[in-house]
């Protein structure tokens, strides 16, 4: 049984090494496992940047943050989320990093915290609530939609690109109706948005797919990339240049958009949902100039069989830096979907049930080999 939850999946790990060279072509596979000290390695949720010696694994059982040492894969030290007044941090589990501060993001709030043991979180800390409304171009709407969640229900982290944080503002009247993305400065003050021209057939598509018409926002080193888990076309906005633009990848299941039969607007279909297939978030590789994006094959209920079990095989398609489909690669059936770049190759968080005392990696040196 395949159990793919990117909310306990690495938003993205980097085993760097000192090599000269970065390797662009598959050469082997391997298996390894990190020891950590408590008994609960499928309950967290790690972030990092791609030039950081560390990965930071958000630790829900303890409601802590963990900073660990890639180098000597040891746990360098922890910082302890207050969850009371009179500053609680909800649980969430969206970690991002820029420069010498993480950003905390849960349902109803964005934290900065700085990047050391024991920080003061009364002194130290800022915090930006959700729940707010903007005001773009004499327009009004809101800066997050509560509970924001993607297709499998996580907290996204929220995604940096030039010192910037991203996150999405909905409609004010449909909150589930996704308007624009905007820009928050490291100290989470507002420095820009973007609002979405989506076409009226494509907008009809956001309310047909209801529960996957939140889309994925990941970033390259220049873009912002959004994919919607109902339609091939990926969104990419440069905030350097305001330019908008969108091309259809086809994966390796679907053409256009997923089959629209199961759907019905205004319903949320859960079967539909946890059966169809569809497409994930998008990861950039800045060393080997590559989008993956998961795509996750269509499936069907088995006799008496229940919505949360089985989900279907993932795959990854790999996508140049044209946008055009190079392969796919099959995930393995024991590990999560998110691929974690390395300079040295790509890394996939193992499901591990029989020894939680220690985090599990399938790795792939060199690069994924294409089917």
């Not at 390894?32 to 990965?55: C, G, K, R, V």
């Not at 997923?258 to 950039?284: L, M």
């Not at 060393?287 to 993956?292: D, H, M, T």
């Not at 392969?327 to 968080?349: N, R």
Request: proline share 6%.
């Amino acid at each position: 049984m395949k159990r793919v939850f990117l909310n306990l999946s690495f938003l993205l790990l980097c085993f760097c090494s000192q090599k000269e060279t970065t390797t662009t072509e598959f050469v082997s596979s391997k298996q390894l496992a990190i020891p950590i000290d408590s008994n609960y390695s499928s309950t967290y949720e790690i972030a990092n940047t791609w030039a950081d010696d560390y990965f930071i694994g958000y630790f829900f059982n303890n409601h802590s943050v963990d900073i660990f040492s890639l180098a000597d894969k040891t746990p360098l030290f922890q910082i302890e989320l207050p969850s009371q007044e009179p500053i609680p941090f909800n649980k969430g589990g969206g970690v991002s990093k820029i420069g010498n501060q993480l950003y905390y993001k849960s349902s109803n709030s964005l934290h900065r915290i700085p990047f050391k043991e024991n920080p003061d979180f009364l002194s130290e800390t800022l915090r930006y609530p959700f729940g707010r409304v903007l005001n773009f171009d004499g327009a009004e709407y809101m800066n997050s939609k509560k509970g924001y969640s993607v297709a499998l229900n996580d907290i996204p982290s929220a995604p940096t690109i030039d010192n910037m944080l991203v996150l999405p503002y909905f409609d004010l009247t449909k909150s589930s109706s996704i308007s624009g993305i905007y820009f928050l400065d490291p100290d989470l003050e507002l420095v820009n948005h973007h609002t979405f021209q989506f076409s009226e057939d494509f907008q009809s598509n956001l309310k047909l797919y209801e529960g996957l018409n939140i889309p994925f926002i990941t970033t390259s080193s220049e873009n912002v990339l959004i994919q919607f888990p109902f339609t091939s076309d990926l969104i990419l906005y440069d905030p350097k240049t305001g330019a908008e633009k969108r091309k259809s990848i086809p994966g390796k299941f679907i053409n256009t958009n997923i089959k629209a039969a199961p759907f019905e607007e205004g319903k949320y279909n859960i079967p539909a949902i946890r059966c169809s297939s569809q497409f994930w978030e998008v990861t950039w590789d800045p060393y080997r100039k590559l989008y993956y994006r998961i795509e996750k094959e269509e499936r069907f209920f088995e006799p008496d069989e229940k919505a949360y079990f089985k989900r279907g095989y993932h795959w990854i398609n790999v996508i140049s830096e044209d946008l055009e489909i190079i392969g796919h690669f099959k995930i393995p059936e024991d590990c999560f979907a998110k691929p974690m770049v390395a300079k040295e190759g790509i890394y996939f968080h193992r499901t591990n049930q029989e020894n939680e005392s220690e985090v599990r990696f399938t790795f792939f040196e060199g690069g994924l080999p294409l089917d």
